[in-house]
């Protein structure tokens, strides 16, 4: 079938598959993102400022208290809980008959607080106590600057990349693909509109565009989507209407012609099924320059807003510790950002091989 990958020459690829599987991986990081988060509240917004910053691997002690918000499954599956319990890091405690001498994280040796037993839902034992309200937590990369999970944040984060990569690419796809087919096949006045459209977009640098779009229709999640996808259509068109321009000339799209098919069947039926190819390859490079967008909107504060974590806003919220030996806490957001850009470019240059695109 023409237009499929050829699957024995992809398996042969190996970088293809790896960069594949990665891939995979993120996406159902993302979809599973608060089953698997250690943190499931939502946005993993659980501050604990008294362990702020801490190093990778980090364990603390924490008194467990119930707060009784939660969502519905659904909701918590796409949005998380919205407050699954209160927590309070520890160093130590001392049970009492009117409750819980508490010496919070990072508190003098000699202080103490008291948490009144009618906090505790069960009798105050210590084998109660130590089951119900009371269990070490680990941090696997450590916590940011306001003592969130930096792993759940990083889980969870996710999902606006892998988002603003499909959604962007497919806004991309229905412009560029649309007006790049109706230049390259009907030509003249319709050809001359579209290509300086076409120059008028690839004139202007596309970040400085993003950030126009983006502050006309107002910072949020949707809307810095809309204005990334709205800026990498003109690749597509332009290799579309080449494509056209080309294919349009063969035997079989006169034969059509000549048995008086429609233009849009020709367009449609004819002539897209063989530019799958291109598309495949294009669309690989223009979700990996997506991501690199959002990334950069959200290190200027323009793209997803706090507290919805993304790689690129926890790059700006902690880079200045890249001086105040806690460098983890950019390096790690940043290699989640560089990883996924290089498996979506290593794929795309292989598609291109294995498809044989030509240059």
């Given at each position: 079938?023409r237009?499929?990958?050829?699957?024995?020459?992809?398996?042969?690829?190996?970088?293809?598959?790896?960069?594949?599987?990665?891939?995979?991986?993120?996406?159902?990081?993302a979809i599973f993102?608060?089953?698997?988060?250690?943190d499931?509240?939502?946005?993993?917004?659980?501050?604990?400022?008294?362990?702020?910053?801490?190093?990778p691997?980090?364990?603390?002690?924490?008194?467990v208290?119930?707060?009784?918000n939660?969502?519905?499954?659904?909701?918590?599956?796409?949005?998380?809980?919205?407050s699954?319990?209160?927590?309070?890091?520890?160093q130590?405690?001392k049970?009492?008959?009117?409750?819980v001498?508490?010496?919070?994280?990072?508190?003098?040796?000699?202080?103490?607080?008291?948490?009144?037993?009618?906090?505790?839902?069960?009798p105050?034992?210590?084998?109660?106590?130590?089951?119900?309200?009371?269990?070490e937590?680990?941090?696997?990369?450590?916590?940011?600057k306001?003592?969130?999970?930096?792993?759940?944040?990083?889980?969870?984060?996710?999902?606006i990349?892998?988002?603003?990569?499909?959604?962007?690419?497919?806004i991309?796809l229905?412009?560029?693909?649309?007006?790049?087919?109706?230049?390259?096949?009907?030509?003249?006045y319709i050809?001359?509109f579209?290509v300086?459209?076409?120059?008028?977009?690839?004139?202007?640098?596309?970040?400085?565009m993003?950030?126009?779009i983006?502050?006309?229709?107002?910072?949020?999640?949707?809307?810095?989507?809309i204005?990334?996808?709205?800026?990498?259509?003109?690749?597509?068109?332009?290799?579309?209407?080449?494509?056209?321009?080309?294919?349009?000339?063969?035997?079989f799209?006169?034969?059509?012609?000549?048995?008086?098919?429609?233009?849009?069947?020709?367009?449609?039926?004819?002539?897209?099924?063989?530019?799958?190819?291109?598309?495949?390859?294009?669309?690989?490079?223009?979700?990996?320059?997506?991501i690199?967008?959002?990334?950069g909107?959200?290190?200027l504060?323009?793209?997803?807003?706090?507290?919805?974590?993304?790689?690129?806003?926890?790059?700006?919220?902690?880079?200045?510790?890249?001086l105040?030996?806690?460098?983890?806490?950019?390096?790690i957001p940043?290699?989640?950002?560089?990883?996924?850009?290089?498996?979506?470019?290593?794929?795309?240059?292989?598609?291109?091989?294995?498809?044989?695109?030509k240059?």
């Amino acid at each position: 079938m023409r237009g499929s990958i050829p699957h024995k020459k992809f398996l042969k690829d190996l970088w293809a598959v790896f960069s594949t599987l990665y891939i995979i991986l993120l996406v159902l990081a993302a979809i599973f993102a608060y089953q698997i988060s250690p943190d499931s509240t939502s946005n993993a917004n659980q501050m604990h400022l008294s362990i702020h910053s801490q190093s990778p691997g980090f364990r603390v002690k924490m008194l467990v208290l119930s707060a009784g918000n939660k969502r519905t499954y659904g909701d918590a599956f796409f949005s998380g809980e919205l407050s699954k319990r209160n927590e309070i890091p520890i160093q130590d405690y001392k049970l009492k008959s009117n409750g819980v001498e508490i010496q919070p994280y990072g508190s003098p040796s000699d202080y103490y607080e008291l948490i009144d037993a009618s906090k505790f839902q069960s009798p105050l034992t210590e084998t109660n106590f130590i089951e119900e309200h009371l269990e070490e937590k680990s941090f696997l990369l450590g916590t940011d600057k306001y003592g969130r999970d930096l792993l759940s944040r990083l889980i969870i984060g996710s999902r606006i990349s892998l988002s603003i990569g499909f959604i962007a690419v497919f806004i991309s796809l229905l412009i560029g693909v649309t007006l790049g087919a109706l230049a390259g096949f009907f030509g003249g006045y319709i050809d001359k509109f579209i290509v300086w459209l076409i120059n008028v977009f690839w004139s202007i640098p596309t970040l400085l565009m993003v950030i126009a779009i983006t502050l006309a229709l107002g910072r949020g999640f949707w809307q810095v989507f809309i204005a990334v996808g709205l800026t990498m259509w003109v690749d597509v068109a332009r290799v579309v209407r080449g494509q056209v321009i080309t294919i349009k000339e063969k035997t079989f799209i006169k034969a059509a012609q000549t048995l008086g098919y429609r233009k849009t069947r020709i367009i449609s039926h004819h002539i897209i099924p063989l530019l799958v190819p291109h598309l495949i390859v294009i669309s690989t490079a223009n979700f990996a320059s997506a991501i690199l967008i959002e990334s950069g909107l959200s290190f200027l504060g323009i793209g997803a807003q706090p507290p919805v974590p993304s790689w690129g806003g926890m790059v700006k919220d902690h880079f200045r510790y890249l001086l105040l030996g806690k460098p983890y806490l950019t390096l790690i957001p940043g290699l989640a950002i560089m990883s996924l850009v290089l498996a979506f470019m290593t794929l795309g240059n292989s598609l291109r091989d294995i498809l044989d695109i030509k240059h």
